[in-house]
């Protein structure tokens, strides 16, 4: 069993940065390959960055390639979603989640674990 935990974020300007991160519980946090989705009001949830369990291999959105860098730290259980250049367009519930599969997958049925969420609004 894996508990998630989003925190970071906020309000800001378009134009703007944010760092939001996601705490993990356990202690096979570097079992799981970890993605952030994101869920723009009255939209579905849509794939945003992964990372796998060392951290060597990554992958983005096309929506958000350039812009956003997604990181983690094993030894803090953490996982980061760094945010530049934020449009009013990456307004959404940006959402963590674990994924034990040895294939890559980026559906959001297909995972394991999910965190609540965190509210991301930017403003124009």
């Known amino acids: 069993q894996v508990q998630l935990v989003e925190s970071g974020g906020g309000l800001v300007q378009a134009g703007g940065s944010l760092s939001i991160s996601c705490a993990a519980s356990g202690r096979t946090f570097s079992s799981y390959r970890m993605l952030w989705f994101r869920q723009p009001p009255g939209k579905e949830r849509e794939y945003v960055a992964r990372?796998?369990?060392?951290?060597?291999?990554?992958g983005y959105a096309d929506s958000v390639k350039g812009r956003f860098a997604i990181s983690r730290d094993n030894a803090k259980n953490t996982v980061y979603l760094q945010m530049n250049s934020l449009k009013p367009e990456d307004t959404a519930v940006y959402y963590c989640?674990?994924?034990?599969?040895?294939?890559?997958?980026?559906?959001?049925?297909?995972?394991?674990?999910w965190g609540k969420g965190t509210l991301v609004t930017v403003s124009s």
């Open positions: 989640a674990a994924d034990r599969a040895e294939v890559i997958r980026t559906t959001p049925g297909d995972m394991d674990y």
């Open positions: 990372i796998s369990r060392s951290g060597g291999s990554i």
